[in-house]
């Protein structure tokens, strides 16, 4: 279980630094395992991405970029942390989701992009 764990931990961090693309790139492309975070707001979005162990990694995503993950096995769990409290998604994989100012919780959200 640990070396399942270290594992999953190394493959978030690697696939975390290493692909990022600009929104406004056409044809944003991604496989059926994986999914796609685009930034929408003006600073930068800070998500925790992660399974369903509670093996969470912090993401920073720049104003305007695009993270691509790597292939999951499962569905992918994102929190987003507002003070001490956190809201917590299961996401499916083969999608993209977009990160954007919601005015209504005066916080950041992330939404699927239909």
């Known amino acids: 279980m640990t070396k399942l ?3 999953f931990t190394i493959m978030l961090t690697l696939a975390a ?3 990022t693309q600009t929104a406004t790139r056409p044809g944003i492309e991604i496989s059926p395992g994986q999914i796609a975070v685009i930034n929408e707001t003006d600073s930068l979005g800070a998500i925790y991405i992660g399974d369903k162990a ?3 990694l912090k ?3 720049d104003p305007g970029e695009v993270w691509i993950s790597p292939s999951f096995r499962g569905r992918p769990h ?3 942390y507002y003070g001490e409290h956190f809201e917590e998604y299961l996401l499916m994989t083969g999608l993209k989701y977009r990160l954007y100012q919601d005015i ?3 916080r950041l959200d992330i939404r699927m992009i239909r």
């Open 17 to 19: 630094c290493a692909v």
């Open 104 to 106: 209504r919780k005066n």
């Open 59 to 61: 993401l920073e995503i």
């Open 54 to 56: 509670g093996n969470f």
């Open 78 to 80: 994102v929190r987003i």
């Open 5 to 7: 764990i270290t594992i």
